[in-house]
């Protein structure tokens, strides 16, 4: 099991590496495409229960540019936990 935490990473996952971007993005509109690197073309995103699922990068890209600005003074905490079958578990606040 591998445990990474927000500001001080032990172990670089895809997903730390998407929460750091995207706390960037809010200051740093460049680091929006940053954010491609990390999407499959046809992935689909769902950032909360009861939202609208999002598919196909540039529509994804759309909305975490409409979502970054709500968020600018915003600072996230998080923790990565590897499981035992590959699967990343991400708690953040």
Request: charged fraction near 25%.
């Amino acid at each position: 099991m591998t445990r990474t935490t927000g500001a001080t990473p032990t172990n670089d996952t895809v997903m730390d590496r998407y929460i750091r971007t995207f706390e960037r993005a809010a200051h740093e509109p460049e680091a929006l495409k940053e954010l491609e690197s990390i999407f499959a073309p046809d992935a689909t995103v769902q950032l909360g229960e009861g939202m609208e699922p999002v598919t196909g990068l540039p529509a994804i890209m759309e909305m975490y540019g409409h979502v970054a600005e709500t968020v600018a003074d915003s600072k996230y905490f998080w923790t990565v936990t590897e499981l035992d079958d590959g699967r990343l578990e991400v708690h953040w606040v």
